[in-house]
């Protein structure tokens, strides 16, 4: 039942939170399993759910299970369901959600950690755009989430002017919560570190520096939601949040 479905993502978040990435993925994976079981059984039951809400939470279950196997390092695995619950999403309820926005952002993740730069940028961009035009405010934390994706994948590229102007946008939505602020410090700090690579007469090997200085791909998601105002908290269980 959705009930049920719902509720164990509870121990995911709490084994997620305790890097048990392998006893999160199996839970993860269970919880698919319920709801994969489940949706065929929907469109059937008296006074059921919408059939297209059972999708939405296989959709929600499948890309849980592989934001854990990108953390494991299990990536072309984690690529196959990032993709799947992405055209699943689309094919339901189009780009210009909050949960397609969230998709498109963690495949812009699992591809960026596979050194797959330019086409990392590109779903990066898309997650931006699609979270814009679903109505999601600048300080939401999607939004600053995939704006911070998009400038990384920007600076490893070497184009230092179009990630400045990035983080400029993100730090511009963050400075609008105090909370956000202090928790996205160093949105300020990558938009300095931008600004310094890319000054004229900058020798090359700061580049080098700079990319070396960049957090990993795979830290400070959201968590995607159907409401557009919606934030979430940004705890140090961050990883087990976004899931």
Same mark, same amino acid.
């Given at each position: 039942?959705?009930?049920g479905?719902? $509720?164990?993502?509870?121990?995911?978040? &709490?084994l #997620?939170?305790?890097?048990?990435? +392998? *006893?999160?993925? !199996?839970?993860?994976r269970?919880?698919?399993?319920?709801?994969?079981?489940?949706?065929?059984l929907?469109s059937?039951?008296?006074?059921?759910?919408?059939?297209?809400?059972?999708?939405?939470?296989?959709?929600?279950?499948?890309?849980?299970v592989?934001?854990?196997?990108?953390?494991?390092?299990?990536?072309?695995?984690?690529e196959?369901l990032?993709?799947?619950a992405?055209?699943?999403?689309?094919?339901?309820?189009?780009?210009? $959600?909050?949960?397609?926005?969230?998709a &498109?952002? #963690?495949?812009?993740r699992?591809? +960026? *950690?596979?050194? !797959?730069?330019?086409?990392a940028?590109v779903?990066?961009?898309?997650?931006?755009?699609?979270?814009?035009?679903?109505?999601?405010?600048?300080?939401?934390?999607?939004?600053?989430?995939?704006?911070?994706?998009?400038?990384?994948?920007?600076?490893?590229?070497?184009r230092?002017a179009?990630?400045d102007?990035?983080?400029?946008?993100?730090?511009?939505?963050?400075?609008?919560?105090?909370?956000?602020?202090?928790?996205?410090?160093?949105?300020?700090?990558?938009?300095?570190?931008?600004?310094r690579?890319?000054?004229?007469?900058r020798?090359?090997?700061?580049?080098?520096?700079?990319?070396a200085?960049?957090?990993?791909?795979?830290?400070?998601?959201?968590?995607?939601?159907?409401?557009?105002?919606?934030?979430?908290?940004?705890?140090?269980i961050?990883?087990a949040?976004?899931?």
């Amino acid at each position: 039942a959705v009930t049920g479905v719902q $509720t164990c993502a509870l121990p995911i978040y &709490l084994l #997620a939170a305790e890097a048990k990435w +392998l *006893e999160a993925e !199996r839970a993860a994976r269970a919880a698919l399993a319920n709801t994969e079981r489940d949706l065929p059984l929907s469109s059937s039951r008296k006074n059921s759910r919408p059939q297209a809400e059972y999708e939405g939470l296989r959709d929600e279950d499948e890309l849980r299970v592989a934001r854990i196997l990108a953390m494991r390092g299990q990536l072309a695995e984690a690529e196959a369901l990032a993709r799947n619950a992405l055209r699943s999403a689309l094919s339901r309820e189009g780009p210009f $959600t909050t949960f397609s926005a969230g998709a &498109l952002l #963690a495949l812009a993740r699992i591809v +960026l *950690e596979q050194g !797959r730069l330019r086409e990392a940028s590109v779903l990066a961009a898309a997650a931006v755009n699609a979270y814009e035009k679903a109505g999601v405010p600048p300080e939401g934390l999607g939004l600053v989430g995939a704006r911070k994706a998009y400038a990384n994948t920007l600076m490893r590229q070497g184009r230092w002017a179009d990630a400045d102007a990035e983080f400029t946008r993100a730090a511009e939505g963050v400075a609008k919560d105090p909370e956000l602020a202090a928790r996205f410090r160093n949105v300020d700090q990558r938009r300095s570190l931008a600004l310094r690579v890319r000054a004229p007469g900058r020798p090359r090997g700061d580049e080098i520096h700079a990319e070396a200085d960049l957090e990993p791909a795979l830290t400070s998601r959201s968590r995607p939601k159907r409401s557009p105002g919606h934030r979430c908290s940004f705890t140090p269980i961050r990883h087990a949040l976004a899931l």
